[in-house]
């Protein structure tokens, strides 16, 4: 079975710096697909980054980036010039095909970020 | 657009007591999911819907059942609930092919029970 593993609990970092959340996850599959989602105070459930794991270039969206080891099997997440409205609970997923042709995805515990002004 | 549409977004229950969830998306997608959100344990999958017509357990599915009305909504009852399910409850959409497996959420539903 699949895991998703997200070691830090809590994590702080000043405006304006930059911030590395990390991600593990366990599967046997060759052909997945890991996000990066971000959840505010408001509860809604927002995507950041994907990547697909046949592709070997990193994912970016702006200030967002991934870091990709396929054969270590880590995808973290680095938020460039932290801002403010980055404060929020950050959630990993590990997605695959499913029986009867749709997607399982499986979550992270999640990691709560918050930036310090 | 509204995307995905839950409701309610509160409610308080007394144990024993039963209740609907319900979930509709306008963005024509084939797949629709139920997950709770407990502290400390992430999203969990509680029952899934492939497609219209279809529907399948996931990871905590005791307790609830589901309904696949048509292609937009996708429902989950509580026939008797327990404080063990008090959490916050989301419902979510995929289109479902290549390139498509985005999964879009709902604004969830905090449910307590007494």
């Known amino acids: 079975a699949q895991t998703v593993t997200q070691s830090q609990p809590e994590m702080s970092v000043q405006e304006a710096e930059t911030v590395t959340l990390s991600c593990t996850y366990d599967?046997?599959?060759?052909?997945?697909?890991l996000f990066w989602y971000k959840q505010p105070p408001s509860r809604q459930m927002i995507l950041v980054i994907r990547q697909e794991a046949y592709k070997q270039q990193n994912a970016t969206e702006n200030r967002f980036s991934v870091n990709f080891q396929k054969a270590a099997k880590s995808f973290s997440l680095k938020i460039s010039d932290s801002q403010l409205g980055d404060t929020a609970m950050y959630f990993c997923a590990f997605m695959k095909h499913s029986v009867r042709g749709t997607y399982k995805y499986i979550f992270g515990t999640g990691t709560r970020l918050k930036v310090l002004a | 657009n509204a995307g995905v549409t839950q409701t309610p977004k509160f409610q308080v229950l007394k144990t024993g007591q039963s209740m609907t969830l319900q979930c509709a998306q306008d963005m024509n997608h084939n797949s629709m999911y139920w997950y709770r959100q407990d502290p400390g344990m992430g999203l969990r999958l509680i029952y899934y819907s492939a497609s219209e017509g279809t529907t399948d357990k996931g990871e905590v599915p005791n307790g609830y059942n589901v309904s696949r009305l048509n292609k937009r909504e996708f429902s989950l009852r509580l026939e008797s609930a327990a404080p063990s399910q008090t959490s916050v409850y989301f419902c979510a959409s995929t289109q479902g092919g290549e390139n498509t497996d985005t999964q879009y959420f709902g604004p969830g539903t905090r449910l307590t029970v007494l």
């Open positions: 599967t046997s599959e060759s052909n997945y697909y």
